[in-house]
C-alpha cells in the first residue's frame, strides 16, 4: 500500500494539482443553522472567500449534514427544502451558479433515531434534491 500512495504522490503521476479543503463544519448542526444570513452561513462564505483570494478556485461543495435533522419529523420534512435553498444561496453568494455537490448519505444513526420516533422522511428528501443544477 505504501509503494501505492508514494506512486500517486509522485510529480509524474499528480495530474490534478494540488486539491485544498476549506474546513467550515460545525458537528451536530441542522441545515436550518446554514441558513443566509445566520453566522455558520457567514462564517463558510468568509472562509471560502478568504481561499479564493489566496489564488484558490472553488471546484465543489462537500456536504456532510443531515442526521441533526432526524430528530423531529417537522424538521425532517422541510429538510430538502432548506438544503435546496442552502445550495442555491451558496452558489450565489460565491457567483458560481454550477457549482457541483457532493453529498453524503445518512447513515446508521438516522435509522436508529427513525426507530427512536424521530424523522422518517428526511433521507429520502436528501436523497431527492437534485444537487446536480439549480432549482
Known amino acids: 500500500a505504501r509503494d501505492g500512495i508514494r506512486q500517486f504522490n509522485s510529480k509524474e503521476n499528480l495530474s490534478i494539482g494540488e486539491i485544498g479543503l476549506v474546513p467550515c463544519a460545525i458537528g451536530g448542526t ?18 471560502a472567500l478568504a481561499a479564493l483570494q489566496g489564488g484558490g478556485v472553488i471546484r465543489a461543495i462537500l456536504w456532510y449534514q443531515g ?40 447513515g446508521l444513526f438516522y435509522r436508529w433515531r427513525r426507530l427512536c420516533g424521530g424523522g422518517d422522511s428526511s433521507l429520502q428528501e436528501q436523497l431527492s434534491i437534485n444537487i446536480e443544477r439549480p432549482q
Open 30 to 47: 441542522q441545515i436550518s443553522e446554514w441558513r443566509r444570513g445566520g453566522p455558520l452561513y457567514k462564517q463558510l462564505l468568509s472562509r
Open 67 to 106: 442526521e441533526s435533522d432526524t430528530r423531529s419529523q417537522e424538521d425532517a420534512k422541510l429538510y430538502k427544502k432548506r438544503l435546496a435553498k442552502f445550495f442555491t444561496n451558496i452558489r450565489s453568494d460565491l457567483k458560481l451558479p454550477e457549482l457541483p455537490v457532493v453529498q453524503q448519505q445518512k
